[in-house]
């Protein structure tokens, strides 16, 4: 019998030329490596309070605050939490991380408790910054586990620390510290190939080059330049804001606009009044411009570039939306946490741009993956041997060498661009007593792109309902994970291994 041929390797790199990248810098360093230039620039402009805070000063912020962290005992290697919203604080917390040789988590303040303590006790975390109104779902968790609190806002003084006294200490207090380029610092939570959180170490030499890839270069890819007012509207605390809109911002010397939320009215105000130029998008918040009677109302024309990712846009929504932007070139980017967290970046955003297809996410990005903390078994399963990340999805490479992504292995739902881990779900749908069995598959959503709905076998005599099953699950999760209907059914599909035959209930819904 012949042998079989082992399959053939083939490598895709991208368009663009090779760039040069730094590998002796921490992060901070990096992305204000031309502060002499930027200083007296806005960096950072809050659009609730108007206030504008220059180069000079979050630099100046992130050394003070970095000092007041290393005087309540944080340090080179100690995790702390970021549970804020989209603020200036934000951005000063997690640059003080970097001149500390710390490592910042960042979570959704909108988690539940059980989710929060999950997340900080799974990573170690001694310090957790947050405002006042999310003290009591931390305060027992924190006395049990001797974590400091730090509040951006006057919290309870006897279980508070105060940023703005943090923010006072003189930045020579920061200890000397020697910073490697594999050292971790930032450790964002993503659902992996078990669908269970776990938190991805990215280091500096990680996030400096894949913010290389994007911005740096005599043709970058993403073409940010000084005068450009980023839109910083997606959550900080995703990966995607944090690293393409933050990160590449700082890099170039471009003004951020931090909006804490999403509305679209006030959205639009602030693009008017702002001129904004970059729009960070993900596929929901541009349903709601196409949708918006308003749209007309506003003058959008200063954007000329609208970048969207975390979940696919349809050619349909895509043309509705650039209908209002005649001055705008709108592209897809892929990409994952594990990935730092750029894949592929479309090259319409290009300093020389190409034309792309509708529905393309760009072209490869080269990226480098440092795996799951206190994980081995889940970073073999997605890194291999040889260094290659394991995305988990499907997709193809067309002649011209753009990516499309034609569905996904792994099981994550993603409403709104946000990650739905069905495991998660269905252990605590199967811990509720009149619950035999139950799955969680998602089913599509017009306004959230897609949504988690549950197949549900009743215990024997139970007479549970639909309501009482989805009070159950909310009272536990944050709003994106909360069941949107069930499905009552004699008996879930397994393959004879126990796992569960997600397609036959994907197709139950298609019917």
């Not at 918040?285 to 749209?295: D, N």
């Not at 529905?359 to 889940?378: F, L, M, Q």
Request: hydrophobic share 45%; net charge negative; proline share 6%.
């Amino acid at each position: 019998m012949g042998s079989i041929a082992p399959p053939e390797e083939t490598i895709f790199r991208s368009k663009l030329p090779d760039i040069e990248i730094t590998n002796d810098i921490p992060l901070h360093s990096y992305c204000f490596e031309r502060l002499a230039e930027f200083a007296d620039r806005p960096c950072v402009v809050d659009g609730v309070t108007g206030k504008v805070l220059t180069y000079a000063e979050v630099d100046a912020a992130a050394r003070r605050f970095a000092a007041g962290l290393h005087g309540v005992g944080i340090g080179r290697g100690d995790v702390f939490m970021i549970l804020l919203l989209n603020s200036p604080e934000f951005v000063v917390a997690f640059l003080a991380a970097s001149h500390l040789g710390a490592i910042a988590t960042t979570a959704n303040p909108a988690y539940t408790p059980g989710e929060i303590h999950k997340q900080a006790s799974g990573c170690g975390a001694r310090l957790i910054i947050t405002e006042s109104c999310q003290v009591e779902k931390i305060r027992e968790f924190a006395a049990e586990r001797g974590v400091t609190i730090v509040t951006v806002d006057d919290g309870p003084v006897e279980v508070c620390h105060r940023f703005a006294d943090l923010l006072a200490t003189d930045a020579g207090a920061i200890p000397a510290v020697e910073i490697d380029q594999d050292d971790v610092v930032a450790l964002p939570y993503s659902s992996g190939t078990t669908g269970l959180p776990k938190g991805v170490m990215l280091t500096h030499r990680n996030l400096i080059t894949s913010v290389a890839q994007q911005v740096d270069g005599a043709n970058p890819n993403l073409y940010f330049h000084k005068d450009d007012v980023l839109l910083c509207v997606l959550p900080l605390f995703h990966i995607y804001s944090l690293n393409s809109v933050l990160l590449c911002g700082l890099r170039v010397g471009a003004s951020v606009l931090i909006m804490r939320r999403f509305e679209v009215v006030p959205l639009m105000e602030l693009v008017q009044r702002y001129k904004v130029t970059i729009a960070p998008f993900v596929p929901p918040i541009v349903l709601k411009f196409v949708k918006s009677p308003l749209v007309d109302s506003y003058d959008l024309s200063s954007i000329r570039m609208v970048m969207s990712g975390a979940a696919p846009m349809g050619k349909e929504l895509e043309d509705k939306f650039m209908a209002n932007l005649p001055n705008a070139r709108l592209g897809q980017g892929y990409g994952m946490t594990e990935a730092g967290p750029v894949i592929s970046m479309c090259l319409a955003f290009a300093k020389e741009p190409c034309e792309v297809k509708s529905g393309a996410c760009g072209t490869v990005v080269s990226g480098d993956s440092h795996g799951y903390i206190n994980d081995p078994e889940a970073t073999n399963n997605t890194i291999d041997q040889e260094g290659w990340l394991h995305t988990g999805d499907i997709g193809y490479v067309d002649d011209d060498d753009e990516v499309f992504i034609v569905d996904r292995l792994k099981e994550l739902i993603k409403p709104k661009g946000f990650q739905v881990a069905p495991a998660e779900l269905e252990a605590l749908l199967i811990a509720h007593p009149s619950i035999a069995d139950a799955a969680v598959v998602p089913m599509k959503d017009e306004a959230a792109g897609e949504v988690p709905v549950a197949f549900v076998v009743r215990s024997n005599g139970s007479e549970i309902t639909e309501d009482e099953i989805k009070q159950h699950v909310s009272k536990q999760v944050v709003f994106y994970k909360r069941i949107n209907k069930v499905f009552f059914t004699e008996a879930i599909p397994k393959a004879p291994s126990g796992k569960i035959l997600r397609k036959d209930l994907r197709a139950k819904l298609a019917a």
